[in-house]
């Protein structure tokens, strides 16, 4: 071969190792500090809507509390969204080697009931011993796992 042509091969693969470098840290950057999401004016509201109040089930749980595992005791109120995984900023960090940085979610609807979502995570989530694929309604006595550990979801 000629040496033009050793020469374009050496560029060409020098090019594809630094593509993937730069492709590799964008993921690990994506990992540790999540997506930014850009705001503009044209997206921002001039006189944001003033939040409905959800009104809550009887029956409805408000606590969610560790029965096994790392942290077993440990008991989180229920407001909002309820972010379980071992993000720093996540409600309930959990302490767990198979849990994901951002593993799942419980959230209120409009009529008070509470949903939990598997945000995609490596291992799975499960309520009551079947594994979560798409959002499911939680009540007062269910059991969340995710890995190791185990919670409840309890009305005191």
Same mark, same amino acid.
């Given at each position: 071969m000629s040496e033009l042509i050793v020469g374009a091969l050496k @560029? $060409?693969?020098l090019a594809m190792m630094w593509a993937f470098i730069l492709f590799a840290a964008n993921i690990i950057r994506t990992d540790m500090f999540g997506r930014q999401v $850009? !705001? *503009?004016p044209d997206t921002a509201l001039e006189h944001p809507a003033k939040p409905r109040k959800k009104r809550r089930s009887r029956h409805a749980p408000t606590s969610l509390v560790v029965i096994e595992g790392r942290q077993a005791g @440990?008991?989180?109120p229920l $407001? #909002? +969204?309820v972010g379980l995984g071992r993000a $720093?900023?996540?409600a309930l960090n959990i302490d767990d080697d198979y849990? *994901? !940085?951002?593993h799942a979610q419980i959230t209120m609807d409009d009529n008070g009931q509470w949903w939990l979502e598997d945000l995609n995570s490596t291992? #799975? !989530? *499960?309520v009551n011993t079947v594994r979560v694929s798409a959002p499911v309604q +939680?009540? !007062?006595g269910d059991t969340i796992r995710i890995g190791r550990t185990v919670m409840r979801l309890e009305r005191p």
């Open positions: @560029l $060409a693969f $850009a !705001t *503009s @440990l008991s989180i $407001a #909002g +969204v $720093a900023d996540s849990a *994901s !940085t951002r291992n #799975g !989530t *499960s +939680v009540q !007062t």
